[in-house]
Structures are given as C-alpha cells and as structure tokens.
C-alpha cells in the first residue's frame, strides 16, 4: 500500500530534479570540435576583456593629457593676457570639455583607435583651444578697460576652482579620432550633405543620358508604326479606342497593336482599295473561314471598277452593303468589343476610310465533325441523330423538330478572355419569363477567364454546386432538348460541346429518357420500373449485405446462412475490407474500359470482371456471395440514364457500406434520414429538387409511372409556363367525328 501511495505521489507531486553527472557518449570527431570551439570561444572572450582593459587605461591616459593641457593653458593666460580673455578662454575650455564628454558618452560602442592616432588627437585639441583663445582675445582686445582687471582676478580664481571640481565630478572620456574631425568642420558637412540632396533630387526629376536615349529609340520606332504620329499619343489611342476611326490608318495600328502583329500569323488583314479609289482593308482568322467568300465573291466584287462610279456620299458603306457585296449575311457594328468577338468566331469584318462603323461578313468555314449517333443516350426506338461540336448544327437539329415561329435564340459571349460562346433558346409564349431572365442574369455575371465546355457552365450556374446530385439536365440528344422545351423550360447549347443543358431540372427528369415517349404507356411503365429498382440496388445492396453480416444474421434464412459462413471460411479479411476491396476493383475494371478506346474496352471489362472474380473466389480472397451482390449493384448503376447521377449512386453506395458497418440498419436509416434532409432542400433554378412529388402540385401523371399520353393534357405546372395546356381535354378528337365512309355534314 505504501508502495502505490508513494507512486501516486510521484505522478501528482513535482520534485525539482537532482543534479547528475551524466553525460551523453560522443564520437572523437565530435568531441574534438566541441573543444575546437570552445578553445575559440575561450579566445573571444579573453580578447574582449584585453580590448576593454586597453580601453580604460587608454582613456586615463587621455584625461591626464587633458588636464596637463588646460592647467598649461591657464598659466599662459595669466601671465601674457588679460584676465578678462583668460574668462573667457576658461568659458570656452568649459565648453569643448563639456563636449567632448557628452560625444564620449555617446559613442562608447566604437573601438578605440591605436596610440599614435590618439596623441595626433590631443594635439589637435590643443591647437584647437590656442585657436578658440586667440579668436576670443581678438574679439575682446578693443576693450579692455584698466578698472574691471581687478574685478576678473577675483573672478578667475572662482572660476579655476569650479572647473576643477567639475574635472574631479565628471569623468573626462576621449574622444576618437572620426569625432574630432567631424568636429573640426560642421559646416562643411553640411554643405556637402545638403548638395548630396540637392544632386539626389535632380537625379529624380532628370534622366541620365542613358534614359534619354532609350527613350529616343522607342520614340522613333512608334513614329515609325504610326507614319510619323507621335508614339505616345498613338500609344494612348490604341489602348483607348472603343469606337470605329473614321481613320483608316488608325483602324489598321489598333487592330495590329491589339492582335500582336505581325508575331501572330493566323491573324490576316488585306489592304486594297475599292475600285481603286477608296483605302479599304477586311480582317479575319485564317483556318476559321471559307476562303472561296473572300477570294471568289468578296474581294473580286469590291475591287470591280465600275462599281465606284456612284459614290457620291462621304461614307459608301451602305452603298457597298446593297449594291456591291453579294453575300447575304452582313451586319454593322461600330464597337470594338463586338467587332472583336465576331472576328475570334470565324467572320470577316470590312473596315472603310472615313466610315465610323464596319461591316461583319458571315464567312466560317472551318471543320466539322458530322452528325452522328448519340453515345451516352443510345436508344432503340427513336432517333439517331446526337449533337456535334458546331454551334450552328447543333441550332439546326433542335429547329428541324421544333418548327415554331416563336422558338427564339440568344447568343451570349460568356468567359472575358477566352470569348466562350453560347445559345439560349427558349419558345416566347410558353417558356416562364422569370426562368429566362434568371438564366440571363447567371451568364452575364460569370467572372471567369476561360470556359472549356458545358460542363464547367453547369458547374458555374447551379444553384448548389456542392451537392451530389446535379440540378441542370445534361444531354445528347436534340429530340429530348426539344421535348424539355415545348415544356416551358430553357436550353443552353454552347460551342465545341456535343451536350446541350436544360433547366430547370427535377429527379424525375433525370431517369426518364426519351424512348418512352415513342413506346406504349405499358412498357415505358416496366422500364421505369426496372430503372427505379436498379437505382436502388446500386446504391442500398452492398450497406445492406454489410449490416446483415455484422448485426443482423437472424433476418437472414438459416440454410442461407449456413452457406454464407461456408463460403467465408476460407476468406482471411473482415467483412466491411472484403467489400471495399471488391467494389474499388469493379470501379477501376470499369473506369479503364472506359477508357480504352473502341472495341477493346467493352472487352476488358467483360472479361476483367469475370477472370478476377473466379480467381478472387479460387483464390478464397473473397466469397462468391459477395461477387454476387457486387455485380448486381454494378449492373443497377448502369441502368441509370443519366450519367452525373449514375456517378452519384456510385459514391452514395460507399457511403452506407460505412453506414451499415458503424451501425447496422439503424447507420443505414440514418444516412437515408441525411440524403433525403439534402436533396429535399434542393432547388434548381427556384424549383424544388423532387416536384411534384414535394411539394405535391397539380401536375400530369408523368412522374414515377409512365402515364397514358392522351392523359398528359397539361405542362409542369412547377414551372409556371405561361401556356399550361398542351392538348385538348380530348386529343383522340376522331373518335368523336363519324367513322370513314362518311362525310362530318352527313
């Protein structure tokens, strides 16, 4: 008991250690340098204390010269001079002591200098005292009246008598050699300091010579680009011009200065005159035009000579526009940043001497990938035409299916830098105009230099872009873009992406696909059901099988069981590493059939799964119920239509298998109970995440089950489309007229 009582209190109760001698063992070379050093610390130290021994006595040895040299001086003064110059040289001597005391006492940092410069520095002194002594007597020698020489010898003594109990109080320090000189000459110092400054500012306000003729250079070489301008104001107006020049030459600098000619070579600007009167120049990008416009039907027409006969007016731009140019795609713009980024598209731009605007010529040509199938949304009945990388084609497909007057497109330049361009389009009369301006109002305030595709655009104008299940519909196919917008929704179709968005977007939307529309209402019913359950498999099967191993084996059938702990005899890891190990593999087997391209992907896939798992199995590294339960929720992923939310599932089945590991069904509820708070508090656009379904709304039957098409009268009524009806309350109106072989009058 004491034993413990006297370890306890040597836990809680601090005893100031004793002291030891121990030391930690060193290796020779260390040691030997430890003692090296300490050696030179040694040498330090005793150096210091020379140094400042030294010091002391060198500076006794000065404050006795001192002294010697003040009492000589006052015995002189009383035996050839008056005594009144004698007060004053005492005032004066009082004075440089003073000094120099209070200069030491300032200066006891710096090192002493050596003996032969310190006696220099006495004599000094003393020629400095004679020197103030005479100065003084020559200041004072008009007047020096017969009756004050008494008075002053009574004051002298006084004054010889304070000035040595002041030596005696107040120790005299010596002054070194750098201060006696600065001493010597204030005033020049000064000078010297004050021309320094003086030599410093100018140096700022004037240039050397070298300045001077590099800026000469530059001045010439602008002068040279400019035609004789000078370069800081061509400079200035070519950062600064927003507008058209009526200035040709203007026009061409700005347009060189602005696209880096003539380093950048892609870029082309030919100068001719119209019929060879008026200066004229058309710029474009080669590689992103047709180059038989500009050389066929563009240039030939403008250089044509009869064609000048009518200008009349200042400006002939519009005479050119309507009589001379036959292409038929021209607009005018008189603003650079417009102008810019129609050139950057594949346009050509013509620039007139003496028109404050310019005419923007339609003219791309570049290469185009066909039309083709679409990959990610394969169908088997419907069409098979998927969207291209071209703007304009992929305009083209969704108005071949649309044909509406009122299906509007907008074009809007998104990113600052890279010109990104992208098209709205919407149906004017259906589409909800607070949807439209909110989709306008998230474009125009993008602040991003550069867009790669839709995807970064989805990204940037979600509402929530943290989340896991995404809020825009992504797709390839234009019979469902056109579909999402006779429902009142909005589309964006962006440059050099074969996707097209559209939004808003429910859950619901993201599992229907396009298919089910052209089938009967029966099997697009059976194939969303299936969908339904291979979605839920994906993402509950495998957190299931790992709470019912761990906490639940009574929920589970006994010969079942009893085959299950069979099969996992032979297995030598945990439940919850088996499966993590099994799903990662399925996962990269799938990621790098991916990959590979053509034929030999699907392949490796296939034949990866199979030869891995049967080795898996033989090797008893898993249990072949596991590769079961793993292939089931690999094969329920990939009945999701959607891609984004097929990679969702694919994280949200990681994510229970923890759930389930911690906690059984009980983790397992709990993350529903989570994902569900989640998603329910989604919007896209301001429409709620799981519409119609929460909140509920008076919408068609549309939703989990395919409903029968004649009973799809209305819109989404979630989004508020400003025309909800989409069919009459009887579109089989045939079935009402009279039956064939008869007239509707009859």
């Known amino acids: 008991m004491t034993f413990m009582l006297k370890g306890l209190k040597g836990l809680f109760i601090y005893e100031k250690p004793s002291k030891s001698d121990f030391e930690f063992a060193e290796d020779p070379s260390e040691s030997a340098a430890w003692n090296q050093y300490r050696n030179k610390e040694k040498n330090r130290t005793q150096q210091q204390n020379d140094q400042s021994v030294n010091a002391d006595q060198r500076q006794a040895e000065v404050q006795n010269k001192l002294l010697q040299i003040l009492k000589g001086s006052q015995e002189q003064q009383s035996t050839t001079e008056p005594k009144e110059n004698e007060k004053s040289c005492n005032n004066s001597q009082e004075k440089e002591m003073d000094s120099a005391a209070g200069g030491q006492a300032d200066e006891n940092m710096e090192e002493p200098e050596k003996n032969g410069n310190k006696k220099d520095d006495t004599t000094d002194s003393g020629a400095e005292t004679g020197e103030s002594q005479k100065q003084n007597d020559e200041k004072q020698g008009n007047a020096d009246p017969i009756e004050k020489k008494q008075k002053d010898g009574k004051n002298l003594k006084q004054d010889q008598k304070n000035q040595e109990k002041r030596l005696n109080k107040r120790p005299i320090s010596p002054l070194p050699l750098e201060r006696l000189i600065k001493n010597k000459a204030p005033a020049k110092q000064e000078e010297d300091d004050n021309q320094g400054q003086k030599a410093e500012k100018r140096s700022k306000i004037q240039p050397s010579q070298k300045e001077k003729d590099i800026q000469k250079d530059k001045k010439k070489d602008k002068g040279k680009k400019s035609n ?126 003496g028109c404050k605007e310019c005419l923007v010529i339609e003219s791309r040509g570049f290469e185009r990938r066909s039309v083709g199938p679409p990959i990610s949304e394969t169908v088997v009945n419907g069409a098979h035409e998927g969207f291209t990388e071209t703007l304009r084609t992929n305009i083209t497909l969704i108005r071949r299916i ?182 990662f593999s399925f996962e990269l087997i799938r990621e790098g059939g991916i990959r590979v391209p053509g034929v030999i992907g699907n392949t490796i896939g296939i034949i990866g799964a199979l030869i891995m798992g049967q080795a898996a199995v033989s090797a008893g590294l898993v249990s072949p119920a596991l590769i079961i339960i793993v292939a089931l929720s690999g094969l329920g992923s990939f009945a999701i239509p959607n891609y984004s939310l097929s990679l969702a599932v694919r994280i949200i089945r990681f994510l229970f298998i923890i759930f389930g590991f911690l906690a059984g069904f009980y983790g397992i509820s709990a993350g529903f109970t989570i994902l569900m708070a989640i998603t329910l508090n989604m919007k896209s656009f301001g429409v709620p995440f799981f519409a119609p379904m929460s909140p509920v709304t008076r919408s068609n039957s549309d939703k989990i089950l395919r409903a029968n098409i004649q009973e799809q009268q209305n819109r989404p009524d979630y989004i508020n489309p400003v025309n909800l009806k989409r069919m009459a309350d009887n579109p089989r109106g045939w079935s009402n007229s009279s039956k064939g072989g008869k007239s509707s009058d009859e």
Do not use: W
């Open 228 to 353: 004789g301008k000078n370069s800081k104001e061509s400079g200035s107006e070519c950062k600064e011009l927003i507008y058209v020049s009526p200035n040709i030459q203007e026009n061409i600098e700005f347009l060189k200065f602005k696209y880096h000619l003539p380093q950048n070579k892609d870029i082309i600007i030919r100068e001719f005159n119209i019929a060879q009167k008026i200066p004229a120049f058309v710029i474009f990008v080669d590689g992103m035009i047709n180059s038989s416009i500009i050389n066929e039907f563009l240039l030939p027409e403008l250089m044509y000579v009869p064609s000048a006969d009518d200008f009349n007016e200042e400006c002939p731009l519009d005479y050119v526009e309507k009589n001379v140019i036959s292409l038929n795609q021209i607009e005018h713009m008189n603003t650079y940043k417009e102008i810019n980024q129609q050139i950057l598209s594949g346009l050509t731009v013509l620039f007139i001497d």
């Open 402 to 583: 649309i044909k509406n007057e009122d299906l509007l497109t907008e074009f809007h330049f998104v990113s600052k830098t890279n010109n990104f361009l992208c098209a709205m389009m919407y149906i004017e009369g259906i589409a909800n105009p607070r949807i439209v301006e909110e989709v306008k109002r998230r474009i125009k305030n993008l602040d991003i230099d550069y867009i790669s595709g839709s995807g970064m655009l989805e990204q940037l104008i979600e509402d929530k872009p943290s989340t896991l299940f995404p809020q825009v519909i992504s797709t390839e196919r234009p019979d469902r873009v056109g579909s999402f917008l006779m429902e009142g929704k909005v589309a964006l179709i962006c440059e050099g992406t074969p996707f097209a968005l559209a939004m808003p977007s429910t859950f619901f939307d993201l599992y229907h696909t396009s298919e089910e529309s052209n089938l009967r209402h029966h099997y697009g019913t059976f194939l969303r059901i299936v969908r339904i359950a291979g979605l839920l498999i994906a993402a509950f099967l495998p957190g299931m099988y790992t709470a019912l191993i761990l906490y639940h084996q009574e929920m589970i059938p006994t010969a079942l069981l009893f085959s299950i702990i069979a099969s996992r005899t032979t297995v030598p890891f945990p439940t919850i590493l088996e499966i993590i190990l099994m799903e």
